[in-house]
């Protein structure tokens, strides 16, 4: 299996390699050259397997000579042992059509976890064979942040440096992050917003020389890998409810359009998926290019649903990819343009494919809040308001097809918001009762890429 750029300037990579450089040379994203298919029996068997099976089926094909299989089935046990459920994504039901999916039994309560506790096992599989040392660095809008320090803490070979916008994630997230004694941890809170963040991010991998000189590894969700382990959840859930001979539709609480995008893999590799929908706090970028046919930046006006506070969105570039028939010189073009003039127009054949492929919505903070309360008094599922955001956005849509609503994160992530709406203050599950009597390890950073390299290149545990 071979990966190749969104932008079709990069080098073809293996599995591994792709894992480990993030994102491409040219400043794309990696997809494979093509996306393996599963037959229906494949996907009838799944019934009744459990989650480490399904995730090793639905995998395998993508990894080529990376592991072999006994290597591969152990990373996967390791990766989800930590996790506090034993189904690891449960289903429950919260309407007579309408279920929601619980991704939040991982570590950092978060469906991060799912991707990042994998990623970590497959870093350090490949690292202790090669025996080289790499740098993590990541942006974060809090999830993504804690999931990595978790997944990588105390692994020999690695430094992870994740930069988190300062003041605007939650208490839970921000003590998940500056917690970790380990001295390969390292979490930044920089003077901007999580775009200032995620820029900073890309153009250290765009400064090609300092990206070799630290041997700089991503693990945000444009990491494929990460899109990979997600896609595996819409299996499970959506067999359990009786694909491949019945079809299911999703909604997915979307910041990134990582886990969304995982979710339109699912279906091209044969799950039967009849919608899509993307859900959208008030920061609607995507809402409004699937309306629109246009993607305009608007700035970033911080929410409830912090997670979802985003205005470039990373992982859109890879459907608009498909959207383009897999023109990567176009998508060059438009990523130039968003960058340069903050926006541009969606060709009409892409809008067309895109309008195919999803459905939208946004939730308000009023209706996110009216959400999390409804819920409360209706099925008593105390929701995150990333996965109120989704349960809202899902109404108009709940018909005859049963609906999958993914719940991305633990009500305890997100307390404040979550006792303003309904009175009632979520407590942390009791292996992290903890959290708020640990000490906290931070370095402020202004926003500024030279003073960040510099910190870099100082801090690496050599
Ligand atoms: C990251 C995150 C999202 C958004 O997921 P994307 O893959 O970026 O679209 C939604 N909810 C929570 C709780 C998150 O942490």
Redesign the pocket.
């Known amino acids: 299996m071979r990966y190749i750029s969104t932008r079709g300037q990069a080098p073809e990579l293996t599995f591994e390699e792709a894992m480990l450089t993030g994102l491409a040379r040219d400043g794309g994203l990696y997809v494979p050259a093509e996306v393996p298919t599963l037959t229906a029996a494949q996907i009838a068997a799944m019934a009744g397997a459990s989650y480490e099976e399904v995730a090793f089926t639905v995998m395998r094909p993508y990894l080529g000579e990376t592991f072999d299989d006994a290597t591969f089935r152990s990373l996967i046990r390791e990766a989800y042992a930590g996790f506090g459920h034993v189904a690891r994504a449960p289903l429950v039901q919260l309407a007579p059509n309408h279920f929601l999916l619980e991704l939040f039994h991982g570590p950092t309560l ?3 976890d799912f991707a990042m506790q994998l990623i970590g096992q497959m870093f350090q599989a490949s690292l202790a064979r090669s025996g080289k040392r790499i740098t993590i660095v990541g942006a974060t ?4 942040g804690s999931a990595a320090i978790e997944a990588f803490r105390g692994l020999g070979n690695v430094d992870v440096f994740i930069l988190y916008p300062h003041g605007r994630v939650s208490e839970v997230q921000r003590r998940q992050m500056t917690t970790p004694v380990e001295d390969n941890v390292h979490a930044l809170a920089l003077d901007g917003d999580f775009d200032d963040c995620q820029a900073a991010v890309k153009d250290m991998f765009n400064d090609l020389t300092f990206r070799d000189e630290v041997r700089l590894a991503g693990v945000n ?1 444009i990491n494929w890998a990460r899109v990979l382990a ?1 896609v595996v959840y819409y299996f499970t859930s959506a067999v359990s409810l009786g694909a491949p001979h019945r079809k299911v539709s999703f909604t ?10 995982a979710g339109y893999i699912a279906k091209q590799m044969g799950l039967p998926i009849e919608q899509l929908i993307v859900a959208t706090n008030q920061n609607d970028i995507l809402h409004r290019t699937l309306e629109t046919g246009e993607q305009r930046k608007e700035g970033v006006t911080p929410s409830i ?1 912090p ?2 506070d ?1 205005q470039v ?1 990373s ?1 859109f570039e890879r459907v608009l990819f498909d959207a383009y028939g897999r023109d990567g010189a176009v998508v060059a073009a438009q990523m130039a343009e968003l960058k340069d003039n903050g926006g541009f127009a969606v060709g009409q054949g892409a809008w067309e494919f895109l309008k195919d492929h999803f459905a939208s919505g946004r939730a308000s903070e009023e209706q996110t809040s009216q959400t999390i309360r409804a819920e409360r008094n209706a099925s008593t599922e105390l929701l ?1 308001p ?2 109120a955001v989704a349960v809202h956005v899902a109404q108009p849509f709940l018909g005859e097809v049963p609906m999958i609503t993914l719940a ?2 633990h009500p305890a ?1 997100f307390p404040d918001a979550v006792e303003a709406a309904t009175g009632e203050r979520p407590p942390l599950p009791s292996r992290m009762a903890d959290l708020y009597d640990r000490s906290e390890r931070v370095t402020r950073v202004p926003n500024d890429l030279s003073a960040l390299q510099a910190l870099i290149r100082e801090r690496i545990t050599h």
């Open positions: 978060a469906f991060k809008s809090g999830d993504t969700s997600q997915v609480p979307t910041g990134n359009f990582g886990d969304i995008f649903s997670s979802m985003i969105s992982n995150c990333h996965s991305t994160a992530k």
